[in-house]
DNA sequence: ATCCCGAGGG
DNA sequence: CCCTCTGGAT
């Protein structure tokens, strides 16, 4: 096979790279349903899937449902979360998501990005967690590994993470786009590092535009 | 010391 | 656009 010559082959052919890398690539955040998806993933902003994972089993056992996280008392959310980090604002966040749930959607995780972004603690990289991991919907979650790599691998130039997704979203299948956000997510933390990439030991380097020059 | 799979606010 | 929020891993 020879190199991908556009920006939509090489994104697809780096997916396809990947996919022999990470074959099983899954969301590492445990949950057991939509809502508790959302939670943990207001809960990961910044911090590892495992101490979200550790402090989540107490959490859900209080707090279930929207109705019940909607009445608690903030210092007690807190005390759950303290040691994932950036506890106050989440805490604070977590209470006016479940509020907001109630009154506007009906306790029920919305589907719609619009409504997803209205939530408070959930921007755009959230919202295409819960569409794509725990919706079955399209969505292509782009966070600072995505960024940096769809620039390195000339399938965009965008810096602004909206259009990456929505000119990165056009080039995969619909249900593709979750998984390719998961893989690529991997290999940034693995292999292509912000600083120092480990071009050497890359699936990619044979097509990298930026191979050995970062 | 520095970096995380962000989001809100000024 | 830049600052802040936070603990834990490395």
Same mark, same amino acid.
């Given at each position: ?6 920006a939509v ?8 790279e990947?996919?022999?890398?990470f074959?099983?690539a ?9 809502f508790q ?9 910044q911090?590892t899937?495992?101490s979200?994972?550790k ?5 859900f056992?209080i707090?279930d ?6 009445v ?7 005390k759950?979360?303290k040691s994932?980090?950036l506890f106050?604002s989440?805490a604070?966040n ?7 749930l109630?009154v ?7 589907n ?9 603690g959930v921007? /755009?990289?959230?919202a295409n967690?819960v569409? =794509?991991? +725990?919706? #079955?919907?399209?969505?292509l979650? !782009?966070?600072t &590994?995505?960024?940096?790599i ?15 997704e /929505?000119?990165?979203?056009?080039m995969?299948p =619909?249900? +593709?786009q #979750?998984?390719f956000?998961?893989r !690529?997510?991997? &290999? ?14 890359c699936i990619?380097?044979?097509f990298?535009?930026?191979a050995?020059?970062?």
């Amino acid at each position: 096979m020879g190199k991908p010559r556009t920006a939509v082959g090489r994104c697809l052919r780096t997916h396809e790279e990947l996919k022999s890398t990470f074959p099983d690539a899954r969301c590492e955040l445990d949950f057991e349903s939509p809502f508790q998806l959302l939670v943990a993933t207001i809960l990961s902003a910044q911090a590892t899937d495992k101490s979200v994972n550790k402090a989540t089993p107490k959490l859900f056992k209080i707090y279930d449902t929207p109705e019940r996280l909607a009445v608690a008392e903030i210092p007690e959310i807190e005390k759950l979360i303290k040691s994932i980090g950036l506890f106050r604002s989440k805490a604070k966040n977590l209470k006016g998501m479940a509020r907001k749930l109630i009154v506007d959607f009906d306790s029920q995780v919305p589907n719609g990005m619009d409504d997803l972004v209205s939530l408070p603690g959930v921007g /755009r990289k959230t919202a295409n967690v819960v569409r =794509s991991v +725990a919706l #079955g919907l399209p969505g292509l979650p !782009v966070d600072t &590994h995505v960024t940096r790599i769809v620039q390195r691998m000339g399938i965009t130039g965008e810096s602004d993470p909206v259009k990456i997704e /929505r000119v990165v979203g056009e080039m995969l299948p =619909s249900d +593709a786009q #979750g998984e390719f956000s998961l893989r !690529v997510i991997l &290999h940034g933390r693995q292999v292509c590092f912000a600083r120092n990439p480990n071009c050497t030991e890359c699936i990619l380097n044979y097509f990298c535009p930026n191979a050995f020059k970062v």
